[in-house]
């Protein structure tokens, strides 16, 4: 069975930056995209990017460019994501998605970033 | 970017009825290979969205057959017969054609 197991909430000071994972299981990342959904509060869904695990090519929805960075760990089995210079704009829930047709969704993290 | 246009923003249903969602894209969703990638996903609440149908008209695993997908080019359709209560929620239509990939806004399917 494949699942996606996303770290936990965090709270983010203005300014800073945070790392958020995404480990699967059930499936050999090196063989699929992985891709990171936003969603901000009462809000639709918005694509920020893609990585490559095999080779670590990223492409990036150009206003996530100096926001995410995408990185994978093929040897963990694990994506992340880190968002830097955080700003209150960047509360959302942040999902990881995998396979063809983002066919595998993790449970989500929540960032918090007060104002 | 490629603008997704859903309609309507919000469906109520009666329970058994028959519903129609709309996803109309900015330009042709016609890949260079030939394929059309134009996917469905429902969200319900605190969840995750799941995938329903992939490129038009493919229904995912274990996705019943009361939700068919239809469409060609830049105009779209998800029809659910016979609703039932786990069909509620909020549904999305995603691109995959060109990057980057868009959603539209959102359905969200509500009892009447």
């Known amino acids: 069975e494949v699942q996606l197991q996303q770290s936990g909430a965090e709270l983010g000071k203005p300014g800073t930056s945070v790392k958020l994972s995404c480990k699967v299981s059930?499936?050999?990342?090196?063989?699929?995209?992985m891709h990171w959904v936003n969603q901000r509060p009462g809000k639709g869904l918005e694509w920020i990017g893609r990585i490559d695990p095999a080779n670590g090519n990223t492409i990036y929805a150009e206003k996530f460019k100096s926001k995410a960075t995408l990185t994978a760990d093929t040897s963990s089995n694990t994506a992340y994501m880190q968002l830097s210079q955080l700003k209150s704009d960047d509360t959302a829930i942040y999902f990881c998605a995998m396979r063809d047709w983002f066919a595998y969704w993790g449970q989500g993290t929540l960032v918090t970033v007060p104002s | 970017d490629v603008l997704m246009t859903q309609t309507p923003v919000s469906l109520p249903v009666s329970l058994g009825g028959q519903v129609s969602i709309s996803c109309r894209s900015s330009?042709?969703?016609?890949?260079?290979?030939?394929?059309?990638?134009l996917h469905w996903y429902l969200q319900k609440p605190g969840q995750s969205p799941q995938l329903l149908i992939y490129?038009?008209?493919n229904r995912f695993s274990g996705v019943p057959d009361r939700f068919s997908g239809s469409g060609s080019g830049t105009d779209f359709t998800l029809k659910i017969s016979r609703v039932e209560p786990e069909d509620l929620g909020v549904y999305y239509c995603?691109?995959?054609?060109?990057?980057?990939?868009?959603f539209g806004a959102g359905t969200k399917l509500e009892l009447k």
């Open positions: 330009q042709s969703l016609v890949h260079s290979d030939g394929n059309t990638y």
């Open positions: 995603l691109q995959s054609t060109h990057f980057p990939y868009t």
């Open positions: 490129r038009v008209s």
């Open positions: 059930g499936y050999n990342i090196r063989n699929t995209y």
